[in-house]
């Protein structure tokens, strides 16, 4: 029986690292000093946290509308159906969805400094991230404990006339696969789906940020938690159905690691939901921190957007005639005031006094 040292010798004796050549490495190289320099010219601008919102909401919209862009394509390509794509698919390299995919994986492996200088909880979303959008593009052949990866020998190959062979000559290739193409773990369908499913509630996420303060906060908070609950309560919880029985189908271990980092992603998704939902559920109000009356006065300025609320929320929360103890938050302050002058009048008065009779 082999010793430990011998075990881990033949493992890292075996191990191959990608070359500059290839586009395991020119790939997220090229797009990560992208993200790079967009931070630094942020960081610049703005405020060093602010910078990070700054370019947090660049990479959802960017990464929302190429997704988007991408699915619809396909959607009327495939004649309005997407029942013939496979989410355990392959792809090739140097294709639109590859780089996509590329491009969000950079984003966070850019972001992962910041999110352990200011934003800790998002460490595990971040890695989680990095290692599943590496997952999805083949990262993982390079792991030592199995270098027979999936398929390799049998991996569809591209006519050199194709289009597909001039993009791999920009981005390169791997040198130990020189007459074959790389095949995606998870496929590009998968990645470019995962990531528009998750954007789509990042997107309403950011909308809210950027209004709040403002007379839209409400509106948009709802919005943003009526998407976000609808993305990550029923699409992801099916979209994580179809990919754990298509991966049970292919009967491939790298196909079961990639449905269980998605796995990880979604809880880390809920628990952000439920931080979000935990205290409207206790408070029954929308925005808890914001005043006792504040939901109804501001329906109250917005008929239209009442009679919305009235079909979802009874009017006795949201009608201010229904309620007897309800003082308008002017009125409070005014009466507030009034009883600060009041008392600072008949203050002054009596030091008035005490003053005449001192002179007198």
Not at 236 to 246: C, G, H, Q, V
């Amino acid at each position: 029986m082999a010793s430990v040292r011998e075990t881990l010798e033949s493992m890292v004796g075996t191990l191959y690292f990608p070359s500059f050549d290839s586009w395991h490495v020119r790939l997220p190289l090229f797009y990560s000093s992208l993200w790079a320099i967009l931070e630094v010219i942020a960081s610049r601008i703005w405020p060093i946290r602010q910078s990070c919102k700054k370019i947090s909401l660049l990479h959802c919209v960017l990464a929302f509308i190429l997704s988007s862009v991408w699915l619809a394509y396909h959607f009327v390509k495939s004649g309005f159906n997407f029942s013939d794509y496979e989410l355990t698919g392959y792809e090739y390299p140097g294709t639109f969805e590859h780089h996509i995919i590329c491009i969000s994986m950079s984003y966070f492996i850019v972001d992962m400094p910041f999110a352990i200088a200011f934003h800790k909880t998002f460490i595990v979303h971040h890695s989680l991230c990095i290692l599943a959008f590496m997952a999805i593009q083949g990262y993982m052949r390079y792991w030592p404990l199995n270098m027979d990866f999936m398929t390799w020998n049998t991996a569809p190959r591209v006519a050199p006339s194709h289009v597909k062979q001039y993009m791999l000559g920009i981005f390169g290739q791997d040198p130990m696969e020189s007459d074959k193409q790389m095949q995606f773990l998870l496929g590009g369908f998968n990645g470019v789906f995962n990531l528009w499913m998750a954007e789509l509630g990042g997107m309403f996420f950011h909308i809210n940020r950027a209004f709040q303060g403002t007379e839209w906060e409400v509106p948009s908070r709802g919005v943003f938690i009526v998407m976000f609950t609808f993305s990550r309560c029923y699409l992801w919880p099916l979209y994580i159905r179809n990919l754990y029985k298509d991966s049970m189908n292919k009967v491939s271990f790298y196909h079961m690691v990639g449905a269980l980092l998605e796995t990880g992603l979604f809880i880390t998704n809920l628990h952000f939901l439920y931080k979000n939902l935990a205290p409207i559920w206790k408070s029954g109000r929308l925005m808890p921190t914001k005043p006792k009356y504040y939901h109804r006065e501001w329906l109250n300025k917005h008929p239209s957007l009442y009679k919305a609320a009235s079909f979802i929320v009874s009017q006795d929360k949201i009608d201010l005639s229904r309620r007897s103890s309800y003082t308008s938050s002017t009125k409070s302050m005014e009466e507030e005031d009034s009883k600060l002058m009041g008392s600072g009048s008949i203050r002054s008065g009596t030091r008035g006094k005490r003053g005449t009779k001192k002179e007198n």
